[in-house]
């Protein structure tokens, strides 16, 4: 929601999910007499010489148990089977039209002897498969390169796993559990926080509320410039106590409240950052007014607030200092020339 996230096409954990789409494509010829063998029949090529790897016999069990069971459903069911996975692709419309019953994606209408089978290659092409034929380490590392900031972009408040120390979660949209055939559809996967994604988002279906059907977006399409205010807020009185916080966020239209109401935004904002860090950031004040002016009244006080605010908003997903100071404090140690004339460049850019 704080930025959108890169989307790259032409990536191979891209091409894991064209090959499901067109294995889906052939089913609609299967009948009982169809044999799974060979699987060229089934499978764009690449993906057959996959398949017939001696190190993917299990993924090809897992082929061969849904197909098997697939192909004695009656004519009927089999036809709806196609067709849901079909419609169950195009991520954005779904998010994003209301109209679209949900439901219908749902692993509960599967049929029902189909169903264990289907959660089970879907499970396994997203654990194994996506990370080997798919590369999804290498996708990560790639997303990460282009992004502009290294924060969450579902929350703001936590970093993002720098790829050398570890792939990020990637958090299912829709999720798996619920959605079994959106598992390896690239546009229903994004790199998350681990906090949002395992603590606060979990296994939200996030186009339900309740049993009614709602809006949700697609961060690789839709972003705000997220503004927070804090009118009508109490501050805590001293250091022991905590505030009383309004958090609002802007602009509010219906992504942003859903946005909100998934990662508890307002919550986390008031209780880990300003309950959390108040007595750093004012101490963080105190030197900051030291250094530049101590005020002699309350009007100059809050002047003060308000040039910090606005300081600190100029890079509104910025880090915590610890790192920040130290680097400052060794830049200004750092005395290699080509270094500091390109930063009085930068500065005066
Ligand atoms: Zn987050």
Known sequence: MLFLIPQIPKHQ??????????????????????????????????????????????????????????????????????????????????????????????????????????????????????????????????????????????????????PSLRKQDYDHILNQSKYPYGSVNMRNLVPMGTECNRSFKGSTDVIYQATARVKYYSPFILSHAIKVSLTGSIPPNDFDTTGNWKVKIHPNNTYTRRWEAVFKIKKRYAEQMLNGCYVDWMKDFKIYIK????????????AKFKEMGEMLLENPLSEPNLVKGAFYRFLSTYTNRTYNRAVMDFIRS
């Not at 009927?76 to 991520?91: E, G, K, P, Y």
């Not at 419309?93 to 002897?113: E, V």
């Not at 250094?291 to 809050?302: F, K, M, Q």
């Open 13 to 162: 954990a891209y091409r894991l999910n064209k090959h499901i789409r067109l294995f889906f494509r052939r089913l609609a010829n299967v009948d009982g007499t169809s044999n799974f063998n060979p699987v060229s029949n089934y499978f764009h090529s690449e993906f057959a010489n996959w398949l017939n790897r001696p190190d993917q016999l299990t993924l090809k069990s897992h082929f061969e148990a849904f197909f098997d069971r697939f192909k004695v459903l009656p004519s009927a069911q089999r036809l709806l089977v196609v067709q849901r996975f079909s419609n169950s692709q195009n991520i954005e419309n779904i998010l994003n039209d209301i109209l679209i019953d949900g439901q219908l994606f749902q692993a509960k209408t599967i049929p029902r002897t189909l169903r264990p089978l289907v959660k089970e290659l879907f499970k396994y092409l997203y654990q194994t498969t996506l990370v080997s034929f798919g590369q999804i380490k290498d996708h990560y590392q790639s997303v990460y390169n282009m992004l502009e900031t290294k924060t969450c972009p579902f929350c703001g408040i936590e970093r993002l796993n720098a």
């Open 291 to 302: 250094r530049h002016g101590l005020p002699t009244n309350s009007v100059e006080i809050r």
